[in-house]
């Protein structure tokens, strides 16, 4: 490494690939014929960064096969899913990894060995007892917690530990032909490579979470490559499902007019779920409690009531507690790149809630976040 005019500069690329190679002593020959495509994608640090990563991943249901399907192909450490219930019958019409032999098993047993034979580089283990019976100290163990498929209370008990733990959190669900992601990473830094300007980068806030911190540059078959370190810092989820819409978009009419009834839906599905302790009904009560709910959700974001069709509500609540393939495999796929990209440090992640409507093929995303000043957030390795 050198400085030339007050900038820090970088070996040639393709030495600093020989000398990472030669150094990642445990990636064996094998590995790196094995994992070469990806590791020109993303470099071998972060191929090694991924084959010692232990990820849990919690309810093995259509969403959880896409996301380990990728995380194991992509030659993570380890795998460890979880979950309490048996395979049904209904399973079989979107999962991939159960047979009809296994009806009455295990969910996670019985996915379990064909996840194995994707990759046999990857320890799968399993675990069958209830996630929400776990104590705090159990996940530590973990380099990044996925939980899927679960309701509210579930999901800000996880996230509470996860952060008591310091360890990067996702929540995801599909309901048909819509479906989420939600990432609280705490305080994650991550670097985005781009061709040299003849603009200066500061080292300055981006956004109300995001700041430059460092930057740096190497040389690349012949061209200058600049690698600006980025940092993010994240809200849990507790936080998240009450904060308005950011102010670009509060200041804004004729954006507010253009956000995702989604996310009024997915806010009052958790309210539903938590006053009710299950899923609505197509009954004429719950669609009535659920539309009253919906109204008190649009309304707390400051979005335009009109946006909130009543076809919409009733597709929404049409499309419960199915799954659809092409949707289970856009999130679960979305989903494991964005593990795969803060393990190695890589590319901008999602920020915070990703949505996806079948309906419109579009997947917005929107940065939510409490209005108070961020240094008055507590430390994000404490509870919320």
């Not at 990642?24 to 090694?48: F, H, N, P």
């Not at 498929?149 to 819509?178: K, V």
């Not at 899923?279 to 909130?308: G, I, N, R, Y």
Request: with cysteine; aromatic share 6%.
């Amino acid at each position: 490494m050198e400085t030339v005019n007050g900038s820090t500069t970088e070996p040639d690329a393709s030495t600093e690939t020989i000398a990472a190679i030669a150094q990642a002593q445990t990636i064996s020959a094998d590995e790196i014929a094995l994992y070469d495509r990806q590791i020109r994608l993303w470099g071998v640090k972060a191929q090694e960064k991924l084959r010692t990563a232990n990820i849990l991943l919690i309810t093995i249901k259509a969403l959880a096969n896409e996301i380990a399907k990728n995380l194991v192909l992509a030659g993570i450490g380890s795998l460890t899913i979880v979950d309490h219930e048996l395979v049904t019958e209904e399973d079989l019409c979107s999962q991939f990894f159960v047979s009809e032999e296994d009806v009455g098993k295990n969910r996670a047993q019985a996915a379990a060995p064909q996840i194995q034979k994707l990759n046999p580089r990857v320890a799968i283990h399993v675990e069958t007892g209830d996630i929400r019976q776990q104590q705090p100290t159990f996940f530590m163990a973990y380099d990044v917690i996925i939980a899927t498929e679960l309701d509210l209370d579930a999901l800000l008990s996880i996230n509470d530990y996860a952060r008591l733990a310091t360890r990067p959190f996702y929540a995801a669900g599909t309901h048909g032909l819509y479906g989420y992601i939600f990432a609280d990473l705490l305080l994650h830094e991550f670097v985005i490579e781009r061709e040299k300007s003849n603009v200066t980068t500061e080292l300055k806030p981006e956004t109300s979470t995001r700041n430059v911190v460092a930057s740096s540059t190497k040389k690349e078959n012949g061209k200058l490559i600049e690698m600006v370190t980025k940092r993010e810092r994240y809200t849990p989820l507790a936080l998240a499902n009450a904060a308005p819409l950011p102010p670009e978009y509060l200041n804004n009419r004729r954006r507010l007019k253009q956000i995702s009834p989604l996310l009024t839906g997915i806010r009052a599905l958790w309210e539903f779920q938590r006053l009710q302790a299950r899923m609505p009904s197509h009954s004429v009560a719950d669609l009535q409690l659920f539309t009253a709910l919906a109204q008190e959700k649009h309304k707390e974001l400051q979005v335009p009531l009109e946006t909130l069709r009543s076809e919409f509500l009733r597709t929404f609540l049409q499309n419960l507690g199915s799954e659809i393939a092409p949707v289970t495999a856009f999130l679960g796929g979305q989903l494991a790149q964005d593990v795969i990209n803060v393990l190695g440090q890589r590319e901008q992640p999602i920020q915070n809630f990703l949505l996806f409507d079948g309906e419109e093929t579009k997947a917005p995303i929107y940065a939510m976040h409490p209005i108070i000043p961020l240094e008055a957030m507590m430390d994000p390795s404490m509870m919320t």
